[in-house]
Each structure stands twice: as C-alpha cells, then as structure tokens.
C-alpha cells in the first residue's frame, strides 16, 4: 500500500510533474483540481479529484476518504500581469484557498506541507544572488499572495505543529525527458516556449522585453531551473518533512544567471532555426537580474540540480513543444 499524498493543482506544470516524481517515489500523487487552468490529460501518475480546494465539503471528503500523508499545494493563479489588472481574482484563488486547505489539514490532522512558492515573494532584491534571509516585499499581488499563504503557514506551524517546507522557484523550465507532461499555458507568456514557437514558426516574432537593462548585454538575467529538477526537490522536502525536519522556506534555482540574449542564443542551438525576435520595451515590473543562492536547499535536502543546464531545458522544451503541436 503506497502512500497517499494529496497533490492540489496537480493538473498543472509543476505539479503534474512532482506528481510524476512522487510516484516513481513510492506515493500515489492524490491530484486536487478544478482544471480551470489544468489539464486532465496531465493526471497521468495517480487519482484525479475534481473540485476546488475554497470549497471545504469537497476537501474533507476528499482528505477523509484518502487519508493523506501530506499535501503538496500548486494550486494557484500564477501570471503577474493578470495579477495587476486582476488582484481580486488572485487574493480569492491563492490566499482564501490556502487558508481553507490549512484549515482542513489541521482539521484532519495531517501534518507536513510542500507549499509550491515563488522568487516573486523577494520582488526587487537588493543584490544577488538571493539568499532566503532576503527581505520579502513583493511587488505585484502575485507576489503578494504567495508571501501572505507563506505567512499563514508559518503561524500555522506555530499554532498546530504543521510542518512545511515553502519553495521559492526562479524560472521553471523544461518538460518531463519522457515526453509525458510539460508547459501547457493558456496564454502562454514565458520567454523560453515563446522563443521555441518562434524558431519553429508556431508562434509570432518574439518580443525581447528590454534591450536597456545595466546587465552585460542589455538584457534581463534570470535563473532557469529544470521542472525536473524542482520535482525531485519537492520529494526530496517531503522527506526532509517526514523524518521530522523543522518548518522552512527554500530557494529551489541554479545560482546562475542567464540573460534573454542568452536563451535566444540556446534556442537557436536547440532548434536548429533562427529565433525571429524584435526589442521591445522593458516589460513593467521586470528587475534586472534574479538569481538564487540555493545553498541551503542543496545542503538540508541533498539536491543537485542536475538536468538544468540550459541545452538540456531547450532539448526537453523542444520536444515537448513539438509533440504539442502534432497531436
Ligand atoms: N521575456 C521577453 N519576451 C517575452 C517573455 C519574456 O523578453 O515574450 C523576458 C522577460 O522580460 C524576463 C525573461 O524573459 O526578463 C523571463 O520572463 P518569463 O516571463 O519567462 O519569466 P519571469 O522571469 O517573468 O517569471
């Protein structure tokens, strides 16, 4: 008998992924999800339970009939953009479900956490690489919705001996090497499946958002981590968890920065093809460089981030973005 592990947005990028991971691990990846923005097809490694996690009837039931041993939580909106025009969408979604996933667990006493956070939690750091004793000021209300649930966490940890492990992705990227899942979205807006839908002539022209930036080539700097690689942390944070380890936060990235120039360079090796591309102006609320320092991830769970070198992330997206297209 498997352990059950109740997956929340297990439909999604990330978590259909770790739930991949989880099971290749022994547990059965328990996906919650309402398929607002996940994809059934992407359930493919364990049960899928279709509902939402703000309604409270349809989690205890959910919790009662499975008995999980944990939760790890995707389930949340998660472009900034919308999040500007859109902030009440965003507070409901990610906060108010939060809090009513925390108040169940403690409900139903189940006790450790893998909370699926995010970079945008530092919003404009004041150097790099980022450490997790960086100060949290978010500054978009995405970002803002996932430092309020890692504060709920937090006081729940306190309050009820919940213990959680918070991880602060930089730039998930990649797809599963099998071929099985990868980035689905709808609309898609990150650079790397843009920039391969570009050279392969699926997509528009890229926009290079900002050409002006103080960075070497005029470009921003970001740290682009495998999805691969961010599952294997999230099983490894669940172990971390059930040996009894204490409530944390950790940054899961490289600690190497790449510039759009950069990506655009890659997608051209992985391709094969040209990237059509045009400068555009700096995207609002773009800083100029985000990298981790993954220190304390890599020492507290023995995790090496092993597929994310940049050619290996293009080949993967590659390949996944050309199997999307031919279905
Ligand atoms: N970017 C770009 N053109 C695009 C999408 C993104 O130039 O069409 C740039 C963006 O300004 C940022 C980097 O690529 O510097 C990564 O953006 P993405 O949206 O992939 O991730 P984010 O860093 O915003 O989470």
Redesign the pocket.
Known sequence: MTKPVLVTGGAGYVGSHAAKALAASGYTPVTVDTLERGFPEAVQFGPLELGDIADRHFLDDVIARWQPVAVMHFAAFAY?GESVTNPGLYYRNNVMGSLSLLEAMRDHRVRHLVFSSTCAVYGVPDSVPIPETEKRQPISPYGASKLMVERMIEDFSSAYGLSAAALRYF?AAGADDEGLIGENHMPE????P?AIDAALGKGPA?????ADYPTPDGT?I?DYIHVTDLADAHVRALDYLERGGATVALNLGTGTGLS?REIIAAVERGTGAEVPYSEAPR?PG?PPA?FADPTRAKTLLEWQPIHSDIDTIVRTAVAWSRRRHNR
């Open positions: 900034v730039n807006t990150h650079l790397i843009l890229l926009q290079l958002f900002g921003c970001r759009v995207r773009d985000l």
